[in-house]
């Protein structure tokens, strides 16, 4: 079993960056592929990027491919999310979630993520 927590979120304005961290307890963190998900005011949670145990793969929705990078440091039980050019559609908030599974797989559903943290709000102003 894993426990999550997420942090960096904030307000910034359209353009600007941030970079979000997810703290993992427990143990064989790299037995987990890692994702990261947002819930904007009135909308369903979609998912945003996800990375492999040993980050040999990763997945990104369309709206943020090219903006926002997730990474991993498996000796420090951290996932992050860098999160460049922000725009307005941005504004959510950012959930880190944990799927214990081998090999290369990223889910993009949230159901096929067990654990999943309290979120953090990120609020980027036009």
């Known amino acids: 079993q894993v426990q999550l927590a997420e942090s960096g979120g904030g307000l910034v304005r359209t353009g600007g960056s941030l970079r979000l961290s997810c703290a993992a307890s427990?143990?064989?963190?790299?037995?987990?592929?890692m994702g990261w998900f947002r819930q904007a005011p009135g909308k369903g949670r979609e998912f945003v990027a996800a990375?492999?145990?040993?980050?040999?793969?990763?997945a990104y929705a369309d709206s943020v491919k090219g903006r926002f990078t997730i990474s991993r440091d498996n000796a420090k039980n951290m996932v992050y999310l860098q999160m460049n050019s922000l725009k307005p559609e941005d504004t959510a908030v950012y959930y880190c979630a944990g799927d214990l599974t081998t090999g290369w797989y990223v889910g993009r559903g949230e159901n096929e993520y067990e654990y999943w943290g309290q979120g953090t709000q990120v609020t980027v102003s036009s």
């Open positions: 990375i492999s145990g040993k980050s040999l793969n990763t």
């Open positions: 427990g143990r064989a963190f790299n037995a987990y592929a």
